[in-house]
Nanobody
């Protein structure tokens, strides 16, 4: 059973930085996509950034150049470094994992993912 536990959310002023972490365990498939998604009140869950074992990354246009997704060497922890935060980045951020292909970037479509963490809140004030 895949388990994903996020941490690192909080409140920050616009222009500030936060780093989110997601501790992952329990997946047995050889190739996995992992990603960060977010959901603001009244909006659909949207993809922020994804990462696969082959090192392919995929970013939403709204965060490209500001956010960086990465893992530790054992790929047990997924990170999201968020810089130059904006009020519109305010949302609940979720970690997700799913089977993937080493040679292809992972999807930013939340509907593809079946394993989810509980979420961590990020609030950016102006």
């Amino acid at each position: 059973q895949v388990q994903l536990v996020e941490s690192g959310g909080g409140s920050v002023q616009a222009g500030g930085s936060l780093r989110l972490s997601c501790a992952a365990s329990g997946y047995t498939y050889r190739s996995v996509c992992m990603g960060w998604f977010r959901q603001a009140p009244g909006k659909e869950r949207e993809g922020v950034a994804t990462f696969n074992i082959g090192g392919n990354t995929n970013y939403a246009g709204s965060v490209k150049g500001r956010f960086t997704i990465s893992t530790d060497n054992a790929q047990n922890t997924l990170y999201l470094q968020m810089n130059s935060l904006k009020p519109e980045d305010t949302a609940m951020y979720y970690c997700a994992a799913e089977r993937g292909s080493v040679g292809s970037p992972c999807s930013l479509d939340a509907r593809v993912y079946t394993n989810w963490g509980q979420g961590t809140q990020v609030t950016v004030s102006s």
